[in-house]
């Protein structure tokens, strides 16, 4: 029996009572299971905007959006149920339920990796509601989790097969975003593990790619060689104003991620 990635999320967690486990399936029910993960997210929300239909052509779109951090900064600029508004947008919590980990999930910090103190792990679910002038009002659920991107990537994505539909690596250089120490966009060495159709990304940030690290953990470094880590090509789609940090391409970018083997430029790679 394969659990699909609601499942295999829900496996991990501790819902405080009956009517919030309710709530989780009815929220998810009969839904594809595409999952968007943006790493160091912050307050930042955009990617609800970015990948909407109407901003971008995809074959495939997420139906839940995780983001990740280690600190709790969406909560600061809060003012009752908004978490942003501007001139053009606002996006407000329609529900919200708090949920704890289960002793299926093993929490961790790296010192290497996170130079401030560990934190408690938290997990909120949460129904927004979105009001852009140009792509209209729509709602998604966002599963926002307080704890180091690494090890949300190591315990659940890794040891439970989760799969990232689309991965967002925006500013996950060597500043906060990245713990102080590791630019995350080592991640995305492993988008052929993970069967990551799309990836929102910029520059190198502001420090080299945290490759090492993938031979720090045994975990990572066995994941990297495995055989299920196909090799791929990255096809540009559309350039998008978000990041400011572009110094060789511009800003940020959104590209589709394609299996090396399968795609029809390899013959030109090849020749």
């Known amino acids: 029996f394969k659990m699909n990635n609601f499942e295999i999320l829900k496996s991990v967690l501790s819902f405080a009572n009956e009517n919030d486990e309710q709530y989780w399936d009815n929220l998810f029910r009969n839904k594809e299971d595409n999952i968007l993960w943006y790493l160091s997210a912050g307050r930042d929300f955009r ?79 949460m129904e927004l509601k979105i009001e852009s002038d140009v792509l209209g009002t729509f709602y998604r659920p966002l599963l926002y989790f307080i704890i180091e991107n690494n090890n949300f990537f190591e315990e659940i994505i890794l040891k439970k097969h989760l799969s990232i539909s689309h991965l967002v690596t925006i500013r996950v250089g060597a500043g906060l975003g990245g713990g102080g120490r590791i630019n995350f966009r080592y991640i995305e060495f492993f988008l052929g593990l993970i069967g990551t159709k799309y990836i929102a990304s910029d520059n190198y940030g502001r420090d080299i790619i945290g490759f090492n690290i993938i031979f720090r953990h045994p975990i990572l470094r066995d994941a990297y060689f495995s055989d299920v880590n196909k090799p791929y090509i990255l096809k540009f789609l559309k350039e998008i104003h978000w990041s400011n940090y572009g110094i060789f391409q511009g800003d940020a970018f959104v590209a589709e991620v394609l299996s090396y083997p399968n795609n029809p430029m390899r013959k030109r790679f090849e020749q």
């Open 47 to 125: 990617d609800l905007l970015f990948f909407h239909p109407s901003y971008l052509k995809q074959e495939i779109y997420p139906q839940l959006f995780v983001h990740t951090d280690f600190l709790d900064y969406y909560k600061k600029d809060i003012k009752g149920n908004i978490l942003y508004e501007d001139k053009k947008t606002k996006i407000s919590i329609e529900n919200k339920i708090n949920i704890n980990f289960n002793n299926e999930f093993h929490y961790f910090t790296d010192p290497r990796i996170v130079e401030l103190k560990p934190s408690s792990p938290k997990v909120s679910l």
